[in-house]
């Protein structure tokens, strides 16, 4: 096997909760806990979990938006969390992030054109006279038209932004795209093309992708592997196929009986979980499912399930299964 | 005829593409408020009065005329003339390029402290911040005129030539002023550089200088034209005030405000309101019409209207 592209290893991160006059630390939002994660070239892994689950956070602390607590990232064998910033500036166009809110990714005051270009720029990678061509270039990857490159964003609708916000990572040449939740804020029609849009440019550029939604159908449609979240941890991790014929932990059994199918009259046995997500600064004892898990016995509320090989890259972290 | 002859002379209609400009679309939002264009009006009229006008006039600077002293608005002398012969109209215009400069020239070094020292402060936070915004809470802490009133006393004592003191009162107001701005443009540093395209600008690896610069400049840019507007108005309005009390520019450097303070009496108050009518009837349109025009600007600008 090829040397990973991104090695994520028992990551952490918590934010500290802080209380009274003199900001006392009176405990922490655990929001990402214990993630591992190897992502190779040109594979898409898809991380999926309900809100709060810490999917964004995961993102964020592998791009070094925020500083991690523990673990490690390796992006093609380069410690991110270790590097300066002069080096991390420099190994920043290789990696790059596509927002959620495409209304909020992209500053008003800047043109189209500048917004895409102004990083080639900043880096040395091409000259000033290139830079619109490859602009140009750019948008027409992600289907935009050559007269937009000198508008503001506000005179664009969401999707095209996002479609922006697409060329704006792309023009970098990218190994690595970190999505957060990309098609989330757009209506149905545009998801689809927008989702079109990463395949077909991780076909055309052997791009890998780390997909956070929480859409599973959208998941299932781009990525080959795919990690389920609850509460700052992994629960489970499979390929995708697997994870949708195989489901093995109960949080990700009871996630894909919600996914709709378009067929009225199906039974279909529908786990539905009772409660909400517990508060991550005070998460449960042992299985941290354990309070909304239908089929939780004793040792779920007292021991913390180790994260296992179940078989043939299928990981799993339940007692039961 | 036939239809090819006549489709001969037809061009495809040239569509000009214009570049989209936001400056373009504020200008034509602003110009659909009437009440601040005659503002602006108003502004330009002063400024056009009192720095081309003084060229048409056949008075010269400050020449006294003992035969016309204290005359009353005649043919001869629009406004009158003052105690000393002086033709009242062409003293307004003069004392309008002093008050006006010392306004405008305040405002521009004003926002470039605050500014500067705002977008720092903003920018970098920790220590930087914590002394620039202490020195702002002092300043802010003393009320402003008493402090340009101390000043004043303090440039009177110290003898101070009359021609250096229009400079130092520049000075002077843009110090009383900084504080303000630097206080705005440091708050909205703080929730732009919180925005999601601030982060964008991270994982893009730019360099400080273009996050600054490129991005988050442009997005205060607006509310400092506002604010410099309004506070043009509101240096004129103090060097008058200053003038007034023989604290600020002195005669016979004439300004708006030394004007008026040359009728401070009685007898020239009742009897003689050419002398201390005009100045201030400039001193109140200048003032107002900058006023107006800023809220103008503000409501075309203000960046929490739009998306």
Known sequence: ?321 | MTVDSRLAGLREPQVQRQKSSLFRQSLKRLMKNKLAVAGFGVVVFMFALCFIGPFFSPYADNKINMAMMNKAPSLQHLLGTDALGRDILTRVMQAGRISLTVGLASMVLSVFIGALLGAVAGYYRGIADQIIMRIADLLMTIPGLPLLFIFGALLSEWKVPTDYRMYIVMLMLSIVNWPGLARMVRGQMLSLREREFMQAAVVLGLRDSRKLFHHLLPNVVPLLIVMATLNIGGAILSESVLSFFGLGVMPPTPTWGNMIDAANNMIDFQDHPWLWIPPGLSIFATVIAINIFGDGLRDVLDPKQKR
């Open chain 1, 1 to 321: 096997m090829s040397e990973a592209l991104l090695e994520v290893s028992h990551l952490k991160k918590y934010f500290p909760v802080t209380e009274g006059l003199l900001n006392r630390t009176v405990g922490h939002v655990k929001a990402v806990d214990d993630i591992s994660l190897t992502l190779q070239p040109g594979e898409t892994f898809g991380l999926v979990g309900e809100s709060g689950s810490g999917k964004s956070t995961v993102g964020r602390t592998i791009l070094r938006l925020t500083e991690k607590t523990a673990g490690e990232v390796k992006f093609k064998g380069v410690d991110i969390h270790s590097l300066s910033p002069a080096e991390l500036r420099l190994l920043r166009p290789r990696m790059q992030l596509i927002f959620q809110d495409p209304y909020s990714a992209l500053n008003p005051r800047v043109r189209v054109g500048d917004a895409i270009g102004e990083a080639l720029l900043d880096h040395g990678l091409c000259t000033k006279h290139e830079v619109r061509e490859l602009v140009l270039e750019s948008l027409a990857a992600c289907g935009l038209s050559s007269y937009h490159i000198d508008r503001f964003p506000h005179e664009f609708s969401g999707g095209q932004r996002q479609r922006i916000g697409i060329a704006r990572a792309l023009i970098l040449n990218p190994d690595l795209i970190i999505a957060d939740e990309p098609v989330s804020a757009l209506d149905v029609s545009i998801q689809a093309q927008i989702i079109n849009l990463f395949s077909k440019l991780q076909q055309s550029k052997g791009l890998a992708y780390l997909f956070i939604s929480h859409d599973l159908s959208v998941v299932e449609h781009l990525c080959s592997r795919i990690g389920v979240m609850y509460l700052g941890s992994m629960v489970e991790t499979a390929a995708r196929d697997e994870l949708f014929h195989n489901p093995l932990h109960p949080y990700t059994k009871a996630l894909l009986s919600a996914v709709p199918v378009p067929v009225p009259r199906l039974k279909r046995e529908r786990i539905v979980l009772k409660g909400d997500i517990p508060s991550p600064a005070n998460p449960p004892s042992g299985c941290k499912f354990h309070t909304r898990c239908p089929f939780a016995v004793e040792v779920c509320k007292a021991e913390n399930p180790v994260f296992r090989d179940a078989g043939g890259g299928h990981f799993i972290a339940c007692h039961l299964a």
